[in-house]
């Protein structure tokens, strides 16, 4: 079946570093791809999306690439801040369902 | 209402008795999912409504669970006989129909169940 594998965390930045989380999936047929993100204290937010193949989805700095060819979507921000503090959880779109990875931790120190 | 709306949002129970958590949706939402989070995992499917009906109740870890959705609006996940196993986060999403992930589902902030 489908199936989601990220990176185990935590993860630990000082500000301004980069990020990576990385993110791979296995599916059949051409789902969409999610980041999804939970801050301490708050509900699951949609982080950013991909549709198909070669799209990149961005917000708030982050940005991932959808690549079929090696089967990932990993995560990425060019300068982490204390506030970006959160876990961080890859998913696949598969019919009506979210297929989810295990969340990956991400501690930004000052 | 303005997002969904889960209660309680912290519940101890005794292992062995019943629990009730509630999922109020985004006015309008059709679909509505309810996930397990239990902690250092990924989330777990447990069952889907559209409108009241459950077409796919297969995460349902066993029958002491149970849900139901009413007026296509709230739902409330019962858990019979509470295991300590049953201590997780129960997260409850509404989208506006099936299978709308790329558009965007609405998340609660969860219940958080602990059985004791």
């Known amino acids: 079946g489908d199936s989601v594998t990220q990176m185990e965390g935590p993860v630990t930045l000082s500000e301004e570093a980069f990020l990576t989380i990385n993110c791979t999936y296995t599916?059949?047929?051409?789902?969409?791809l999610f980041w999804y993100v939970q801050y301490p204290g708050e509900g699951l937010q949609l982080l950013l999306k991909?549709?198909?193949a070669d799209d990149k989805g961005s917000n708030k700095g982050f940005e991932a690439t959808y690549r079929k060819e090696t089967t990932s979507f990993h995560l990425e921000k060019g300068s982490v801040q204390v506030s970006d503090s959160a876990v961080y959880f890859c998913?696949?779109?598969?019919?009506?369902?979210?297929?989810w990875g295990a969340g990956t931790k991400l501690i930004i120190k000052p | 209402g303005a997002g969904v709306s889960q209660s309680p949002s912290n519940k101890v129970t005794e292992k062995g008795k019943d629990v009730e958590l509630r999922c109020d949706p985004i006015?309008?939402?059709?679909?509505l999912y309810w996930y397990r989070q239990s902690l250092g995992q990924g989330l777990e499917f447990l069952i889907y409504?559209?409108?009241?009906?459950?077409?796919?109740k297969s995460g349902l870890p066993s029958d002491r669970f149970s849900a139901e959705r009413t007026g296509g609006s709230v739902s409330t996940l019962t858990i019979q006989r509470t295991q300590q196993e049953d201590s997780a986060v129960y997260l409850c999403?509404?989208?506006?129909?099936?299978?709308?992930?790329?558009?965007?589902?609405?998340f609660g902030q969860g219940t958080r169940l602990t059985v004791v």
């Open positions: 409504f559209q409108g009241n009906s459950a077409p796919d």
């Open positions: 991909a549709t198909k």
């Open positions: 998913a696949l779109g598969s019919n009506y369902q979210l297929i």
């Open positions: 006015s309008g939402h059709t679909a």
């Open positions: 599916a059949t047929g051409y789902p969409s």
């Open positions: 999403a509404s989208s506006l129909v099936r299978g709308q992930w790329n558009t965007e589902a609405f």
